[in-house]
């Protein structure tokens, strides 16, 4: 049996298990083989847009079957809506992933928090794009700034506007060189329309968005990866009205970076921050320096990633049932202790 000739190439679009890869500048439409279909393991096995994947030519080189997924140097990752199923991959080998937030009704300080849990989770760096500029008066524009940097510690904050173009200069200095990145937020946040300014043509449909809530019609309603001229990569995604995050690894921490460091002082090691004598988490909130929002998106967050951990990890599903039940036990002996104790 003569053996097929693999290509590495790059994947570009992602459609219903249908992908277009990239091999040698020209776009060819991909399936996976039988053999991927019945050894993946999950969603996580099949390729996604950003993917380098081993494929075998045919037509005459106008058909692509992939063989293998590449490793990957990054992933970018969403809970998958619905119970009991497998994480959503949204983007895979990017370098940076910009959270992209409207300075209009889209602004959400929770959202964003959220996203950067995930973009950091992913191993990519993430940049916050806050469009619509032009819509947002000085002062207005001010607190909203202050309340970004809060959220996002150490993370590069652009603030733009894609109507007039002042500061996209600025993302595609960020793009220039052939760097790989993602956009990501919510529908009706801006990401197609800066897109189509830094390519510099419409590569991307943009629909209207509603004036009293400010969300925006799905108008990108596939993974797509586009090239600009500078050399940057951007891999548009469909906008996202709700965001759960699949896991967190280090990137908690990373994003609230501020609760944690003051962490380190608490007197108890596993401290929750919910009422423990001795914690320094809880005394910055009682001074002023914490804000009560900020610790309650970090705590709603890390009880989500523990729920999550929960169902995905086995080991800690049976820990946590055995830690539950000592508990109905330990309570059912105080209670027949005081039974005694009454003399009943």
């Known amino acids: 049996m003569t053996e097929k000739t693999l290509f590495t190439a790059l994947v570009t679009e992602e ?21 991927l279909q019945g050894e993946a393991a ?22 692509a079957v ?5 490793p990957r140097t990054s992933l970018l990752l969403r809970k998958a809506i619905g119970t009991g ?15 992209v937030m409207g300075l209009d009704g889209n602004y959400n300080i929770a959202r964003l928090e959220r996203l950067l849990v995930a973009a950091w989770d992913s191993g990519a760096a993430p940049v916050v794009a806050l469009t619509k500029k032009d819509l947002c008066q000085e002062q207005e524009l001010a ?3 202050a309340a970004v940097a809060q959220a996002a510690p150490g993370v590069e904050v652009l603030c733009l506007s894609s109507v007039s173009g002042e500061g996209v200069e600025q993302v595609a200095a960020a793009l220039a ?8 937020g919510s529908s009706g946040a801006g990401k197609s329309t800066l897109l189509n300014r830094l390519a510099g043509h419409e590569a991307a449909p943009t629909g209207a968005v509603r004036e009293d809530d400010a969300r925006g019609r799905h108008t990108t309603t596939s993974r797509h990866l586009y090239f600009l001229p500078n050399g940057g990569q951007v891999i548009d995604t469909p906008g996202i009205r709700e965001f759960c995050v699949e896991y967190s690894g280090e990137g908690l921490e990373t994003s609230f970076s501020d609760i944690h460091a003051l962490s380190e002082s608490c007197r108890f090691k ?23 929002d900020r610790l309650k998106s970090y705590n709603k967050l890390r009880r989500e990633t523990e729920r999550q951990e929960l169902k995905t990890d086995a080991k800690k599903r049976l820990l946590a049932k055995r830690k539950l039940k000592s508990f109905g036990k330990m309570v059912r002996d105080i209670s027949e202790t005081k039974r005694k104790l009454r003399g009943g």
Not at 15 to 35: C, D, F, S
Not at 51 to 63: C, I, N, P, W
Not at 177 to 184: P, Q, S
């Open 143 to 145: 607190e909203k700034l």
């Open 66 to 70: 992939i063989h293998a997924v590449l």
């Open 270 to 292: 596993n401290c929750s921050h919910v009422s423990e004598p001795g914690c320094a988490v809880l005394a910055a909130l009682e001074a002023g320096t914490l804000a009560p």
């Open 85 to 99: 199923r497998d994480a959503q991959p949204l983007a895979a080998n990017i370098g940076k992933v910009f959270i």
């Open 42 to 63: 999950g969603r996580l096995d099949f390729p996604v847009v950003g993917d380098e994947v081993s494929v075998a030519l045919h037509d005459g080189g106008r058909k």
């Open 177 to 184: 060189g052939g760097v790989r990145c993602c956009f990501l």
């Open 15 to 35: 459609q219903r298990e249908a992908y277009t890869v990239r091999l040698e500048g020209a776009e060819i439409p991909a399936v996976v083989t039988g053999k």
